[in-house]
């Protein structure tokens, strides 16, 4: 019954490998997101997606690629991983990105 | 500077006493979000507002669009409060601007 899953919940892995962290919500929302909160807690947006579509990227590295296979799913596709990627990733979800958002639980991701 | 502006940063009470967080922001929003991020991790909204006053249970936030200032007040706080208590503030794009947090701990 979780409104907004995912997986993994943590993530080890060596630098330069490719990872991917899966997120799923059973909300109906029509946007979602990906957060990073770094070691100093603080939260900066990594990724909206609205419908499918893209509508914001942060300055955030190429290295990094949202997919979207529905309207349920936003997946975070991570190449050639550096030690600075180590964080807390959260998903979330909004309806028509105007309303409340629902937060996974979040994936800690630690690159060694 | 950070668009969005916590005070304080760290907030030590016991248990029963009055809390006020205080946010400001420096450019015209479309909304603003309360969230409360426990010790566990986990992130839950409290309140998303645009205008005026909201309340649930003892939390109430309130919002003045033209100071670009929110607060959000904790009535007889309990220890189960103590979290990190984060300001975000959103524009028309989706775009999304996080506070540094402010860590509540009330004492029993």
């Known amino acids: 019954d979780t409104a907004v899953s995912q997986t993994p919940k943590y993530l080890v892995t060596q630098m330069g490998n490719d990872k991917s962290i899966k997120c799923e919500q059973n909300l109906g929302h029509d946007t979602m997101y990906w957060y990073k909160q770094d070691s100093k807690k603080f939260l900066k947006i990594m990724f909206s997606?609205?419908?499918?579509?893209?509508?914001i990227n942060e300055t955030v590295p190429n290295r990094f690629s949202p997919k979207s296979p529905d309207k349920a799913h936003l997946n975070l596709h991570i190449n050639s991983l550096e030690l600075g990627d180590s964080a807390v990733y959260f998903c979330?979800?909004?309806?028509?990105?105007?309303?409340?958002?629902?937060f996974g639980p979040g994936t800690r991701l630690t690159v060694l | 500077k950070n668009e969005v502006e916590q005070s304080p940063q760290n907030l030590t009470a016991q248990e029963g006493e009055f809390i006020t967080i205080n946010c400001s922001y420096s450019?015209?929003?479309?909304?603003l979000h309360w969230l409360q991020q426990h010790p566990g991790g986990g992130i839950v909204s409290l309140f998303m507002l645009s205008s005026g006053k909201k309340k649930h249970g003892r939390l109430i936030a309130t919002i003045n669009i033209q100071e670009k200032h929110s607060s959000l007040h904790i009535t007889a706080s309990h220890p189960r409060d103590s979290a990190v208590y984060i300001c975000?503030?959103?524009?028309?794009?989706?775009?999304?601007?996080f506070g540094a947090g402010t860590r509540l701990t009330v004492k029993p």
């Open positions: 450019v015209g929003i479309s909304a």
């Open positions: 979330a979800s909004s309806l028509h990105g105007v309303n409340e958002q629902f």
């Open positions: 997606y609205n419908n499918k579509e893209l509508i």
């Open positions: 975000a503030v959103s524009y028309n794009n989706n775009d999304m601007r």
